[in-house]
């Protein structure tokens, strides 16, 4: 079946430095889909993006759809960043349902 | 931001009962969707709703598993009987193009 795997599993940064998640999907995604995660579960939307490169504040999400690879780019990290980076990717045809990575789990410190 | 509400956040029932988990979606969305995440893994796709009908289906989506929308109240996901690897927590979400989904909080299941 289709597969999202995310690196790295766990990423610690000191506040300020940028973060690179990268996101590797096993077969044709039509869009790469980024939530955050809090840490008592609840999941926000951060960009949905089908190819190229798409920004939003500090976040960054380039898609590579033929090389089946997306990366979401975290610049000058803040604490209140720290939770989990989920990447999901959307297939064609399937009514718009989601296939899951395990996330990144980002913490970041003083 | 437009916000996907599931009331309770938490649900503790024994192993057999039936359980039935709320999700009020956002007003205008026709989309409705249900994952399921064990403690620790990925989140899973059950089930996605449309226009009345069950649109797509996972293997995840047992027999016992239902969901319906009646009358454009909650949607919600009924487990009859529950087992014990039913534990987890369930995601609702809706959307109205699909574009972006928008996710609840969660209700987290235990079967005792």
């Known amino acids: 079946g289709q597969q999202v795997q995310q690196s790295p599993a766990s990423l610690v940064l000191q506040e300020g430095e940028n973060a690179e998640l990268q996101c590797n999907f096993s077969?044709?995604?039509?869009?790469l889909q980024w939530f955050y995660q809090r840490p008592g579960g609840s999941l926000v939307s951060l960009l949905s993006?089908?190819?190229g490169t798409k920004h939003t504040g500090r976040l960054t999400s380039t898609t590579v759809t033929k090389e089946r690879r997306g990366s979401l780019h975290i610049s000058s990290s803040q604490i209140t960043d720290s939770g989990t980076y989920l990447c999901?990717?959307?297939?064609?045809?399937?009514?718009?349902?989601?296939?899951f990575g395990k996330g990144t789990l980002l913490t970041v410190t003083p | 931001g437009p916000k996907v509400l599931q009331i309770p956040s938490h649900q503790i029932i024994d192993m057999g009962q039936m359980v039935t988990l709320n999700c009020d979606p956002v007003?205008?969305?026709?989309?409705f969707y249900w994952y399921k995440q064990i403690l620790g893994q990925q989140m899973e796709f059950l089930v996605n709703?449309?226009?009345?009908?069950?649109?797509?289906k996972s293997k995840l989506f047992k027999d016992q598993f239902s969901v319906e929308r009646p009358d454009g109240s909650y949607f919600t996901l009924k487990i009859q009987p529950t087992a014990l690897e039913d534990s987890a927590v369930y995601f609702c979400?809706?959307?109205?193009?699909?574009?972006?989904?928008?996710f609840g909080s969660g209700t987290r299941l235990t079967v005792l």
């Open positions: 979400a809706s959307s109205s193009s699909a574009e972006t989904l928008y």
């Open positions: 077969s044709t995604a039509t869009r």
């Open positions: 993006n089908p190819s």
């Open positions: 999901a990717m959307e297939s064609g045809g399937s009514n718009y349902k989601l296939t």
């Open positions: 007003s205008n969305h026709l989309y």
């Open positions: 709703f449309y226009n009345g009908k069950v649109m797509e």
